[in-house]
């Protein structure tokens, strides 16, 4: 049964930091390109940070660049956002997602969310 379960958000000040994690199980999290999204209240989804299956390679939305950094461990089937200088813009459900594309099928996994809320 495939997972994945982000936790770490939480209540933050201006100016904070936090660390969301993403523990996968059910598939080959090593072979999967590894992605952060979020959600604002009415508004859509949009991607904040993705990275390659071997972590050797990251993009970030311009939104969160300098402040936001993606990384993994495919050892422990984890992926991980760090998220400093947050701003109550960054306020969002925080969504892991996993996508493997292999010929014309994709895979396509997708956490239940964790709350980021940015507020003095």
């Known amino acids: 049964q495939v997972q994945l379960v982000e936790s770490g958000g939480g209540l933050v000040q201006p100016g904070g930091s936090l660390r969301l994690s993403c523990a996968a199980s059910?598939?080959?999290?090593?072979?999967?390109?590894m992605t952060w999204y979020r959600q604002a209240p009415e508004k859509e989804r949009e991607l904040v940070a993705t990275?390659?299956?071997?972590?050797?390679?990251?993009n970030y939305a311009d939104s969160v660049k300098g402040r936001f950094t993606i990384s993994r461990d495919n050892a422990k089937n984890t992926v991980y956002l760090q998220m400093n200088s947050l701003k109550p813009e960054d306020t969002a459900v925080y969504y892991c997602?996993?996508?493997?594309?292999?010929?014309?099928?994709?895979?396509?996994?997708w956490g239940q969310g964790t709350q980021v809320t940015v507020s003095s």
């Open positions: 059910g598939f080959t999290f090593s072979t999967y390109v």
């Open positions: 990275i390659s299956s071997t972590g050797r390679t990251t």
């Open positions: 997602n996993a996508r493997k594309t292999t010929g014309w099928q994709t895979a396509d996994y």
